[in-house]
């Protein structure tokens, strides 16, 4: 097994627990002797087993002649540090594994290097960077709420074709199609917290939730800045309603809700986004999926607060007197908020496009080939179907 291949599989085993390991990333580790695999193992849940610990621990039973011979892959950098659990290089030491692969450091600034240095110097063989691209993809959440505090935001919004999120009426299902709702869903289950506005409670009392759930939990966030929420609602009254966190504007009118809303200042009118996800990031959530509506879009587009975008745009159009996927925001040409796409598919008869934060004019050519996006919220590599596509310490 090659050391691509090796990181690959480290990888997928890494994504099951997304969404699972908040305040810390998911990490995959692989073990292989003589070319083989002979261990795995991934980081399940804080507070239980890292990655590098589940996989020594499965191991098979191995002489020291055997261990030396073996090459541990893991995704992260392995921690050093005695937290929780104990740190993964004294564990990596003690079983004698001769070589550690590492797809890329820990982002932390108080511990980058420090477990590659201690491997180092205990006579492992370290390499550091392989798939080095997935690997921080990955722990894009962490590597956003450690440096800076703050989780990690994607904008999803399902539109028509002329960028409408709802009718005039304030109706939005369904907008995209089944197997664009089946992608959102794996979304949901990547995040630690779902956001929307209390509109989109009002006008579609949705549960939020990811279904199936898959062991996980994550939070609904709900910013309500004139009281419309009703006691009623699905997120205060299903099972997950302990998991429900409204926020108000600081005076706000609120009604009487089973939840004592969080005041944060007031931005034009509404919730400060910033001192939303601050409390967020408190509160050690990496990840928060927001799916609008407008408003809510707009203020985080405007404060450039979103780190990525997703995009599900049905062939359909509204015309100008249906809801806009983002409420007016006072920009001329000039201040745009730039996006760079990465990724461009079909997904059932929808588009699916996935941007990042952009600087300036992004124009370029477009590839003839790119990438699917699986409904288990994965990306595989596909042939051209007759459209674009854009390539896109735990």
Same mark, same amino acid.
């Given at each position: 097994?090659?050391?691509?291949?090796?990181?690959?599989?480290?990888?997928?085993?890494?994504?099951?627990?997304?969404?699972?390991?908040?305040?810390?990333?998911?990490?995959? #580790?692989?073990?292989?002797? +003589?070319?083989?695999?002979?261990?795995? !193992?991934?980081? /399940?849940?804080?507070? $239980? %087993?890292? =990655?590098?610990?589940?996989?020594?621990?499965?191991?098979?039973?191995?002489?020291?002649?055997?261990?030396?011979?073996?090459?541990?892959?893991?995704?992260?950098?392995?921690?050093?540090?005695?937290?929780?659990?104990?740190?993964?290089?004294?564990?990596?030491?003690?079983?004698?594994?001769?070589?550690?692969?590492?797809?890329?450091?820990?982002?932390?600034?108080?511990?980058?290097?420090?477990?590659?240095?201690?491997?180092?110097?205990?006579?492992?063989?370290?390499?550091?960077?392989?798939?080095?691209?997935?690997?921080?993809?990955?722990?894009?959440?962490?590597?956003?709420?450690?440096?800076?505090?703050?989780?990690?935001?994607?904008?999803?919004? #399902?539109?028509?074709?002329? +960028?409408?999120?709802?009718?005039?009426? !304030?109706?939005? /299902?369904?907008?995209? $199609? %089944?197997? =664009?709702?089946?992608?959102?869903?794996?979304?949901?289950?990547?995040?630690?917290?779902?956001?929307?506005?209390?509109?989109?409670?009002?006008?579609?009392?949705?549960?939020?939730?990811?279904?199936?759930?898959?062991?996980?939990?994550?939070?609904?966030?709900?910013?309500?800045?004139?009281?419309?929420?009703?006691?009623?609602?699905?997120?205060?009254?299903?099972?997950?309603?302990?998991?429900?966190?409204?926020?108000?504007?600081?005076?706000?009118?609120?009604?009487?809700?089973?939840?004592?809303?969080?005041?944060?200042?007031?931005?034009?009118?509404?919730?400060?986004?910033?001192?939303?996800?601050?409390?967020?990031?408190?509160?050690?959530?990496?990840?928060?999926?927001?799916? +609008?509506?407008?408003?809510?879009?707009?203020?985080?587009?405007?404060?450039?607060?979103?780190?990525?975008?997703?995009?599900?745009?049905?062939?359909?159009?509204?015309?100008?007197?249906?809801?806009?996927?983002?409420?007016?925001?006072?920009?001329?040409?000039?201040?745009?908020?730039?996006?760079?796409?990465?990724?461009?598919?079909?997904?059932?008869?929808?588009?699916?496009?996935?941007?990042?934060?952009?600087?300036?004019?992004?124009?370029?050519?477009?590839?003839?080939?790119?990438?699917?996006?699986?409904?288990?919220?994965?990306?595989?590599?596909?042939?051209?179907?007759?459209?674009?596509?854009?390539?896109?310490?735990?």
């Amino acid at each position: 097994m090659k050391d691509g291949r090796a990181m690959e599989r480290a990888l997928e085993l890494a994504r099951k627990g997304e969404g699972l390991t908040r305040p810390n990333p998911p990490v995959g #580790a692989v073990l292989v002797r +003589g070319g083989e695999e002979i261990a795995a !193992g991934y980081h /399940r849940r804080a507070g $239980g %087993p890292h =990655a590098e610990a589940a996989c020594l621990a499965s191991a098979p039973r191995l002489t020291p002649a055997q261990w030396s011979q073996s090459t541990l892959y893991v995704t992260l950098e392995p921690c050093s540090t005695e937290g929780r659990t104990p740190p993964c290089t004294r564990a990596i030491l003690e079983h004698g594994v001769g070589r550690v692969v590492v797809g890329t450091e820990d982002p932390n600034p108080s511990h980058a290097g420090e477990g590659l240095r201690e491997l180092r110097a205990g006579g492992v063989d370290v390499e550091c960077g392989v798939l080095r691209d997935e690997a921080e993809a990955l722990i894009a959440p962490f590597a956003k709420w450690i440096v800076s505090g703050r989780p990690r935001v994607t904008l999803k919004l #399902a539109m028509t074709a002329d +960028g409408r999120i709802a009718d005039r009426d !304030g109706r939005s /299902r369904w907008i995209s $199609g %089944p197997e =664009a709702r089946t992608c959102v869903q794996a979304l949901r289950r990547r995040a630690d917290a779902i956001m929307v506005g209390s509109g989109t409670v009002a006008h579609d009392d949705p549960s939020l939730l990811p279904r199936p759930a898959e062991g996980r939990e994550p939070y609904r966030v709900i910013l309500d800045a004139d009281g419309r929420l009703h006691p009623g609602a699905r997120v205060f009254q299903d099972e997950a309603s302990a998991r429900t966190l409204v926020f108000t504007p600081e005076g706000a009118p609120r009604g009487e809700l089973p939840v004592e809303p969080i005041e944060v200042p007031e931005t034009n009118g509404g919730c400060d986004p910033g001192a939303v996800l601050d409390t967020l990031g408190e509160r050690g959530l990496l990840h928060v999926l927001c799916e +609008g509506g407008g408003e809510i879009a707009a203020a985080l587009a405007g404060a450039q607060l979103v780190d990525e975008y997703i995009f599900f745009m049905a062939p359909r159009i509204l015309g100008g007197d249906a809801r806009p996927a983002f409420a007016p925001m006072g920009l001329g040409l000039a201040d745009a908020r730039a996006l760079k796409y990465e990724e461009i598919c079909r997904v059932g008869e929808d588009l699916m496009i996935r941007a990042a934060k952009g600087h300036g004019d992004n124009r370029r050519e477009w590839p003839q080939t790119g990438t699917e996006f699986t409904e288990e919220g994965g990306r595989k590599e596909a042939q051209n179907k007759g459209g674009r596509h854009v390539h896109g310490n735990h």
